[in-house]
């Protein structure tokens, strides 16, 4: 059975990769992630026996060579890396430690790794890195993000993903490391750390909690259902073009406001809570500090030269979302049992 070594396997998005990988059972998962607040290991099946869970750091400059060895993966897929865009406004060195330089410390450790396979080895070979639209910077109202789109991140979480896809492109470019890119739209769905949007506010809207909403919560966004997002990347690494880069959309554009507005009318259905209608928990507060305005993927590319395309539609999939936090309030209390509270992060104190 071939390995592929995934990095930041018990993450929101990493964590699916690996259900769905395991649920194959065509590929044996050794997964490496540092357990930092997002990382939670009750969110993937750590006794699956075709499963490794390694507790460590893409930076660590002896880990990362010495499982490469010991494991020798086919495929590497690296999710690794801080996300929320709120944390980076309160502390854009983590980011840049973890997005910029681990990702380079991996890209260093996989090259070595290339280059003492046989040359069949390294024909089969593949390093996808999973990165984000928001690379691209802010929409007008018209557009969509084509993946020549030119980079203008305007966050640090931005930033650090823009700079980490640029050194990938160079490995690959000066080395002939077979890397590919993907940049996908806003995901969502179960297992999703509650300091996003979507978490955050089923579970504020289940206690009867406030629901703050950034500046006139008309920002849009591409949402892209989590389950779609991972087939997705399998299509990628096993027929994607090497040196290429795949947008992953969700070919849902909403507005802030209308996916609070929704999730209220699906707690309210589904959880009947006394302090109904959750809409009037809903409150306009502060933007955050250079909120982009609009984001929207096009992924003709992925349709056209891949075959795939998005199977859950918006609306179905925030019932499933909700749906999922309602029956999971145990892994709820796991996962926010540290230090974060679902607190307002990245306000500029």
Not at 11 to 21: A, E, N, P, S, Y
Not at 67 to 95: C, N, Q, T, Y
Not at 168 to 173: G, I, S, T
Not at 216 to 239: I, K, N
Request: with cysteine.
């Amino acid at each position: 059975m071939d390995t592929i070594l995934v990095t930041g396997g018990a993450g929101f998005i990493g964590g699916c990769f690996i259900r769905q990988t395991l649920e194959r059972g065509d590929l044996r998962v050794v997964n490496l992630d540092a357990l930092t607040y997002a990382g939670n290991l009750n969110s993937i099946p750590i006794q699956h026996p075709n499963h490794l869970f390694v507790h460590g750091d893409i930076n660590d400059r002896a880990l990362v060579p010495e499982l490469l060895a010991s494991h020798s993966p086919k495929w590497i897929i690296h999710f690794a890396a801080e996300s929320h865009v709120d944390r980076s406004i309160d502390g854009p060195m983590l980011f840049v430690q973890t997005n910029v330089a681990g990702t380079c410390q991996l890209l260093d450790a996989t090259l070595e790794y290339f280059r003492r396979m046989t040359s069949l080895q390294q024909e089969s070979f593949r390093f996808l890195h999973v990165s984000t639209d928001e690379v691209f910077g802010s929409l007008g109202a018209e557009g969509k993000f084509v993946e020549s789109t030119p980079y203008a991140p305007n966050s640090p979480y931005a930033a650090s993903k823009a700079a980490s896809d640029m050194f990938v492109r160079a490995y690959h470019e000066t080395y002939g490391l077979p890397t590919i890119i993907s940049n996908c739209s806003n995901n969502y769905g179960p297992y999703q750390f509650p300091e996003k949007l979507i978490p955050l506010m089923i579970l504020n809207a289940m206690e009867g909690k406030r629901l703050p909403v950034y500046g006139d919560g008309l920002h849009v966004r591409d949402w892209l259902y989590v389950e779609d997002h991972c087939h997705a990347l399998r299509v990628v690494l096993e027929t994607g073009a090497l040196g290429e880069t795949y947008n992953i959309g969700g070919n849902s554009e909403q507005t802030n406001i209308h996916v609070v507005e929704t999730l209220c009318d699906l707690v309210d259905e589904l959880a009947k809570p006394a302090h109904s209608p959750c809409k009037s928990l809903m409150e306009f507060v502060k933007d955050r500090p250079g909120h982009d305005r609009r984001y929207a993927i096009d992924a003709s590319k992925i349709l056209g030269d891949l075959g795939w395309q998005p199977s859950v539609g918006f609306e179905q999939g925030m019932r499933q979302t909700v749906q999922w936090y309602l029956a999971n309030t145990h892994w709820i209390e796991q996962v926010t049992s540290g230090s974060y509270r679902r607190q307002r992060l990245g306000l500029l104190a």
